[in-house]
């Protein structure tokens, strides 16, 4: 079965500083790739996915990913944290070991931005 | 355009009673998923409907909970006999076609339930 892992349950940074979030995956076949962020009594709204073409995604608010198979990571970034971005973010891969492309979600990683 | 929409957004019940949870996904949107969200945790997938089929309940924790969707639009996830661990924020996403890897999934705003 896939599987996502998290790297930390908490991030924070300050207002204009740079923003990583780790995911590591693991998958016995090429993995389709997700990152959805929820913000406070909201859905989860998507990001970003990759699916297999380009490596480097870019996804909306100026967040981006690159998927690297050789490390088996899907790291989200963005170049400068704006207070808005505080919310949780989880990473997802898709499994089909009962038959259905349903979403495996990580832990999540908390986001704190800093005045 | 409407998103997922869920009802009721907060559910207190005793233990030992029955909910219902509603879920209007997009229109036109094939395929519906459940999955449960326990405090401080990633959600957790439940059940898959492609249109009016229930085609994977793998992840329903008991005979206590039951999903329908019998026109394919309009879904219900229903819990008998609430225990204290069924307390969790209940999603519902419904994406545009048929189960497949790259889909994308819209999510509504969730059912919190909170059973004493």
């Known amino acids: 079965a896939q599987s996502v892992t998290q790297l930390d349950s908490h991030v924070s940074v300050s207002e204009g500083t740079p923003v990583l979030l780790r995911c590591n995956y693991s998958?016995?076949?090429?993995?389709?790739l997700f990152w959805y962020v929820q913000h406070p009594n909201k859905g989860l709204q998507l990001l970003l996915k990759?699916?297999?073409?380009?490596?480097l995604v870019k996804g909306i608010n100026g967040f981006e990913a690159e998927f690297k198979k050789s490390e088996t990571s899907f790291h989200l970034t963005k170049p400068s944290a704006h207070m808005s971005d505080a919310a949780e973010y989880f990473c997802?891969?898709?499994?089909?070991?009962?038959?259905?492309?349903?979403?495996?979600f990580g832990t999540g990683t908390r986001l704190k931005v800093l005045a | 355009g409407a998103g997922v929409s869920q009802s009721p957004r907060y559910k207190v019940a005793k233990r030992g009673q029955d909910v219902a949870l509603r879920c209007d996904p997009i229109?036109?949107?094939?395929?519906l998923f459940w999955y449960q969200q326990a405090l401080g945790q990633g959600p957790e997938f439940l059940t898959y409907?492609?249109?009016?089929?229930?085609?994977?309940k793998s992840g329903l924790p008991s005979d206590r909970f039951f999903a329908e969707r019998p026109e394919g639009s309009v879904s219900t996830l229903k819990i008998q006999r609430t225990q204290q661990e069924d307390s969790a924020v209940y999603l519902c996403?419904?994406?545009?076609?048929?189960?497949?890897?790259?889909?994308?999934?819209?999510f509504g705003p969730g059912t919190r339930l909170t059973v004493l």
């Open positions: 229109s036109g949107h094939v395929s």
């Open positions: 996403a419904s994406s545009l076609s048929g189960s497949g890897p790259t889909d994308t999934q819209y």
């Open positions: 990759y699916t297999s073409a380009a490596t």
């Open positions: 998958s016995s076949y090429s993995p389709s």
């Open positions: 997802v891969v898709t499994d089909r070991s009962s038959g259905t492309y349903k979403y495996i």
């Open positions: 409907f492609q249109n009016e089929a229930q085609l994977d």
